[in-house]
């Protein structure tokens, strides 16, 4: 069994589906590849932007989601705490 | 607070022991490593500068098992090493191979599988991950069986789960056969069967302490691996050492080549597949299906859920799986890089019109093992590519574009040969993804060891009781692998979609639904691979009355349902006997060509099987009595 000193206030409490980070995964992970050809009419970094986007862009753009949505429920569980 | 810091109530191993266990496996990488380059350097035979290249991985692999088995990083672990743990375990070896191959394939569509299991991860982190943490499972078997009693459920999820982890194994078991055979030139099978040997050592000698955190420390070997090789190309051809950013030069220079190919007539039309031009060999709903199947079947993949994500604080569960996400980021922005570079290096070749006789030797390296194929024979010799190229009659004294077949699963091994780098370089591409893959092999293994309901923990009877069982599966799976039945990007994805079909809505609900019961996951788990199989037997065996009775909702459209009722017309008026039968042939050609929903096919079937399993769930535990309140935690 878990350790009873694992156990946070967040443990041991409802938690919310993050439902703005998961529209935004959705929305990077299956939106832009769809409009990637229109995307492509622009450049960044010298790459095609839908090219770019499906390649690395959404990759590293899905992994600042993670982040924010991980800093919010830090936030959230320190406003808990105090 | 920074999110690689110490998080509350997590265990973390030793700073000293840790230590020593990194310190201990990087010297002995490090050592067996550079005295096999220094050997093959000095002259040694290049069999037996490969064989040792092979040894050094089998005993990486070895080496990471003991720490395993010792515990030397402890049983859980802090962020940063819980990310690499699972960055390494999603790409299992067997996807380091196949990814940068999808896409020098497919170009842009192979793009797909990085964007998936990067989703997957991300997934994982939001809704999967902090609940199963928070609910003091050990397992996802073990979530599954406390959440939903019975034997039912059971007896499906093991059922789905050995199906999808021995699928896994098969990918694995593919890609140490392909390096097995290029390192010692043997046979796929021979290299395949002492593959499967060496998994099983490796399960063995980790003994009860099967999931821990140690395959972790084979991350970095897995990214120098990739990102050295690409590093130097970037720096040599285009003067930029960053591979994700230099690889663009050679994005354009690629498209320029290939429309000089077609211009010079080197290149079929019908042939390319241009990197950056979107669903040229797949369509929009095809790819929507296997990011989405990547995603949800990575989410809830069983060998995922292990030491590093159960039995700890939520907060610590999701930063492990933000951590693997960003190791997983890290090492896939590579792969389009080693794609191109490795297809910009094959197509100078062919508009430099080089003579059969002056073709580079890993032409004949890896055709001899029958991974490169010239005008549709191995390319085992000049003198054998000539009479097979001479055969077609159409070719010249040098190859085109079309002639020229080099098996996907194999560009990532072979693109230090291919843009003429140092071989060493290959042979550390082939270690860090023959250990990865004899590592990992651990993680499908304990899945399906724990579905069964073996504790590995729990004594010598046990234990040798999973030993038993990992062998049976390693044989299978060894003996599927050597079929060599599809390529090793197919066989994963689909270990994925079937998790993703059969697992997601149950794994889901289990966590956030309270409302669901052992019904209603049954009927989840059911009608998500009965869905997946199903549509996929009537799309093949079924055609005709398939698109017969749901010709309205085909991709065909109306000169699809036009030609198909011209047929079925030849079909009813044919005489019977052979001319009715070849009728019936052509008949079921075209419906197969048309008999879809929406253009749904193949993987990408999981955008059906997915929202049933869903719908099927919450109706029947709807319709069913409640759980009892002590099965819905958390």
């Known amino acids: 069994m ?33 409009i990637s050809p229109a995307l492509n009419l622009v450049d960044v970094f010298a790459f095609p932007l839908g090219y770019f986007m499906v390649a690395q862009g959404s990759l590293i753009a899905l992994m600042l989601v993670g982040i924010a949505s991980a800093r919010w429920q830090d936030r959230r569980r320190r406003a808990t705490d105090t | 607070m920074p999110l690689d810091a110490p998080l509350d109530g997590e265990a973390v191993g030793t700073g000293a022991s840790s230590g020593v266990a990194v310190s201990g496996w990087f010297a002995l990488a490090a050592l067996g490593f550079t005295g096999v380059a220094l050997l093959a350097g000095l002259g040694a035979s290049m069999t037996w500068g490969d064989g040792g290249y092979w040894a050094v991985a089998i005993a990486v692999a070895g080496a990471v098992a003991l720490a395993a088995s010792l515990r030397w990083l402890g049983g859980g672990a802090a962020p940063v090493a819980g990310g690499m743990s699972v960055a390494t375990d999603t790409l299992a070896g067997a996807l380091v191979l196949a990814v940068p191959g999808a896409i020098f394939a497919l170009g842009y569509d192979g793009l797909a599988y990085a964007l998936g299991l990067c989703a997957g991860i991300l997934l994982m982190q939001l809704v999967a991950a902090p609940r199963f943490a928070q609910s003091g499972a050990g397992s996802l078997p073990e979530l599954i069986t406390q959440r939903f009693p019975g034997r039912v459920v059971g007896v499906l999820s ?43 050592a490796c399960f063995v000698v980790r003994g009860g302490h099967a999931q821990s955190t140690s395959n972790g420390l084979l991350f970095p070997l897995l990214l120098a691996a990739l990102l050295v090789p690409l590093v130097i190309l970037s720096a040599q051809w285009y003067g930029l050492p960053v591979p994700e950013l230099a690889y663009s030069n050679s994005l354009w220079q690629l498209q320029g080549i290939e429309e000089n190919l077609l211009e010079q007539e080197l290149a079929d039309p019908a042939f390319m597949r241009p990197m950056m031009t979107a669903f040229v060999s797949m369509s929009p709903v095809s790819f929507a299906g296997i990011v989405l199947g990547l995603a949800t079947g990575i989410a809830v993949l069983p060998s995922l859920y292990s030491a590093p994500l159960a039995r700890t604080s939520a907060r610590n569960a999701r930063h492990v799986a933000l951590w693997g996400l960003g190791f997983t980021v890290l090492f896939l922005t590579l792969a389009p890089a080693a794609a191109t570079y490795a297809r910009q290096a094959i197509a100078t070749l062919i508009s430099d019109r080089i003579a059969f006789t002056q073709l580079p030797a890993w032409v004949f390296t890896y055709g001899k093992l029958g991974l490169v194929h010239a005008c549709g024979h191995a390319a085992t010799s000049a003198a054998a590519i000539a009479q097979a190229c001479a055969a077609l009659g159409d070719a010249g004294t040098s190859l085109r574009l079309q002639d020229l077949a080099v098996d996907p699963d194999v560009i990532a091994l072979a693109l230090p040969e291919i843009a003429g780098l140092n071989g060493m370089l290959m042979g550390l591409v082939a270690v860090a993804v023959l250990a990865t893959v004899l590592a990992t092999a651990n993680a499908p293994l304990g899945g399906i060891v724990k579905s069964l309901g073996i504790g590995v923990d729990s004594g010598r009877g046990e234990r040798l009781g999973s030993y038993a069982v990992a062998a049976v599966v390693l ?33 889901i609900c289990a966590l956030w639904f309270r409302r669901a019961n052992s019904w ?80 749904i096919r193949g993987l990408a079937t999981v955008l059906l099987a997915l929202p049933a399993g869903f719908l099927a769930l919450v109706l029947v535990s709807l319709v069913t009595p409640a759980p009892r309140r002590m099965e819905t935690a958390p």
């Open chain 1, 2 to 34: 878990r350790d009873q000193s694992q156990t946070s206030v967040e443990d041991a409490r409802p938690a919310r589906l993050p439902v703005v980070a998961l529209l935004l995964l959705a929305l990077l992970a299956l939106g832009v590849p769809l």
């Open chain 2, 158 to 200: 093991l059922a789905i789960i050995t199906v999808s982890m021995t699928a896994l194994l098969v990918a694995g078991l593919t890609a140490a056969g392909i390096v097995g055979m290029r390192l010692l030139g043997v046979d796929f099978v021979t290299a395949t069967a002492a593959a499967a040997c060496a998994a099983l």
């Open chain 2, 475 to 507: 044989a299978a799976s060894a003996v599927l692998a050597s079929l060599r039945a599809a390529s090793i990007i197919d066989i994963a994805t689909w270990a994925a979609v079937i998790a993703a079909a059969g697992l997601f809505p149950v794994v």
């Open chain 2, 520 to 599: 209603g996951a049954a009927a989840g788990m059911i009608t998500g691979v009965g869905v997946l199989i199903g549509y996929l037997i009537a799309q093949r065996h079924f055609a005709v009355p398939l698109f017969e009775t749901t010709a309205a909702l085909s991709s065909g459209g109306a000169s699809g349902l036009e030609y198909f009722t011209e047929l079925q017309d030849a079909w009813a008026a044919a005489d019977p006997g052979p001319a009715k039968d070849a009728a019936w042939a052509a008949l079921d050609v075209h419906a197969q060509s048309v008999a879809d929903w929406w253009g």
